[in-house]
């Protein structure tokens, strides 16, 4: 599904990236953990296409992307969502939403028929709105939303686009536990329906969601591999997991 | 929709009213109102539709008025032809512009666009063919067979007519889906980037749009004075049709129109009707109408930051 070949980014003398090799395959959850400046942000812009690597290659369903800007790669069916919360405050949910939509259907170049007739657009827009746990919520605008409200719209967003492989960068920052345990189950319901790169802290979610995790280290993967294995793993244990995975 | 109906009957009446009066000044007044109008609201379609602030726009005005006068001067007395080359002159200016201010962000955006501006004012400015900087004199107005633009009620209809199809259109685009994308990217360009939006590519298309439609007003702006001079271009021009926007409201319709009408009619009232008591206090106040205008803007941006629009419309735009 995705595949990043010897992937790498520095920013001065820090390599954020340091030739990261990775696979994502399709219907999976696939969880990146690593400790803070591990390049997890950074292995997330690569991807999505904010930035660009100075090297190294990102193939999704077997096709050479790292040339598409943002947009392009959206359409090519990779979607991302943001860290730190990042909506259109002024629109409603729905409309939010329908916005995702409408960049993937169709020509949004049109300046003369009115977006409030366009019927499919809004459905499908509730029809997210459903899926993400909004469906109540659909006539508030965002900037009303709750943390975790706006958190599941995030993700929204990104499902809306009609994106084959979503990725997620910390959806549970910032989150008390019940929101955490809602955004678990948003997620495995994701499972099957589209690919998930999954960006976390949360090693409960991690550890309860992903299919496989793969370890950051200093802009390295040290590790990839089923959970079991991954908490197994000498060298992880010692880099970063050590006392949280024994605990 | 009806009181913007009832407006425009208002406003098909009112020369037929001024000139019952023997007010006729006011129709060549109404008119000039009417096409700082289309230029501020032009501006405020970048402004406060797209998010982008400029500070050259008079270049798309000045280029309007340019080509119309210029090639008025060369024998081209049609407006039918003058105008729509005045149009995709300044489209075109607004294209190569946009294309490279639209690559930077922020305070480098506003100082690009100046920059842009007063090289087009410089550049207009050594034009001696065309009169330099004292400008350029048409004997008369340009001609738009079947109307006769000579005449001020005639002219003024031009001008009504014009600014009426612009705000409708505005009115339109910013429901459908270019402006509901447009309003995205102001509102968080990362996101909109994010979820399949080409950025750069909506932002110069709602740059060039709003220039042609300034290069619009410029040539009515030559037509209607009989005159254009390097002033036109000046960044105080940009200056003021910001101030226009910020007066009447930002990212609303009707913001560059009341913005213009209440501007202009405060330096026409100012200079030309002066208060007793004040000029005697400060013999040479009317020609300092730009401080009663400031205090004005001041006033607004404090007690109305969406301008004088916001306060006529509550509740406000959700």
């Known amino acids: ?247 | 929709m009806k009181k913007a109906l009832a407006l425009l009957v208002a406003f098909v009446l009112l020369p037929l009213a001024l000139r019952a009066l023997e007010q006729d000044f006011y129709i060549s007044f109404a008119s000039r109102v009417m096409i700082y109008a289309l230029a501020a609201t032009s501006l405020n379609f970048v402004l406060g539709y797209g998010g982008m602030i400029s500070f050259g726009h008079a270049a798309f005005v000045g280029t309007g008025a340019y080509a119309a006068a210029i090639l008025f001067a060369e024998g081209v007395a049609s407006a039918w032809l003058a105008w729509p080359a005045a149009i995709v002159l300044a489209a075109l200016a607004a294209a190569l512009i946009g294309a490279v201010s639209l690559r930077t962000r922020g305070v480098y955006f506003i100082m690009i666009t100046l920059a842009f501006a007063q090289m087009m004012f410089y550049l207009v400015n050594s034009l001696k063919m065309y009169g330099g900087d004292e400008g350029l004199t048409a004997v008369r107005r340009p001609e738009a067979w079947p109307l006769d633009l000579g005449d001020e009620v005639a002219f003024y209809y031009v001008a009504l007519a014009l600014l009426a199809v612009l705000l409708f259109a505005l009115h339109r685009v910013s429901r459908a889906r270019f402006g509901r994308a447009l309003d995205a990217i102001r509102q968080n360009e990362a996101r909109a980037e994010a979820i399949g939006f080409p950025v750069y590519r909506y932002r110069l298309a709602c740059f060039v749009i709003a220039g042609a439609v300034a290069g619009l007003a410029g040539a009515l702006l030559a037509a209607h004075g009989k005159y254009v001079n390097p002033g036109v271009l000046h960044w105080t021009q940009s200056g003021t049709l910001l101030i226009m926007v910020i007066l009447g409201g930002v990212g609303s319709l009707w913001g560059g129109a009341l913005g213009a009408a209440v501007l202009l009619s405060l330096e026409h009232f100012i200079a030309d009707y002066p208060v007793p008591w004040l000029a005697a206090l400060a013999p040479n106040y009317t020609q300092h109408a730009a401080l009663a205008v400031g205090a004005v803007l001041l006033a607004v941006v404090l007690l109305a930051p969406r301008g004088i629009a916001g306060l006529l419309a509550r509740p406000p735009r959700a």
């Open chain 1, 1 to 247: 599904m995705l595949e990043l070949k010897a992937l790498r980014k520095s920013f001065g003398a820090l390599a954020a990236a340091d030739g990261v090799t990775l696979e994502v395959r399709p219907g999976e959850v696939h969880a990146l953990i690593g400790p803070n400046g591990a390049g997890k942000t950074t292995l997330v812009g690569l991807v999505a296409g904010t930035l660009a690597p100075e090297s190294g290659e990102v193939l999704f369903e077997g096709r050479d992307i790292t040339a598409l800007s943002a947009h392009e790669r959206v359409h090519a069916g990779l979607a991302r969502s943001y860290q730190v919360t990042s909506v259109f405050p002024e629109f409603t949910v729905e409309e939010n939403l329908a916005l995702a939509v409408q960049a993937r259907t169709g020509s949004s170049f049109s300046f003369w028929r009115p977006v409030a007739a366009e019927q499919a657009l809004f459905a499908q827009a509730r029809a997210v709105a459903t899926q993400v746990g909004l469906g109540e919520r659909a006539g508030l605008p965002a900037r009303a939303l709750s943390h975790g409200e706006r958190r599941a719209l995030e993700v929204g967003l990104g499902l809306a686009t009609g994106a084959r492989l979503l990725l997620l960068d910390e959806p549970m920052a910032g989150m008390g536990p019940e929101d955490s345990r809602r955004m678990v189950e948003l997620i495995a319901a994701l499972r099957g329906r589209v690919t998930v790169l999954l960006v976390e802290h949360d090693m409960d979610a991690v550890f309860r969601l992903a299919d496989h995790i793969s370890v950051l280290v200093a802009g390295r993967v040290i590790a990839t591999g089923a959970p079991d294995e991954i908490r197994a793993n000498p060298q992880v244990r010692s880099a970063y997991l050590g006392e949280e995975l024994a605990a």
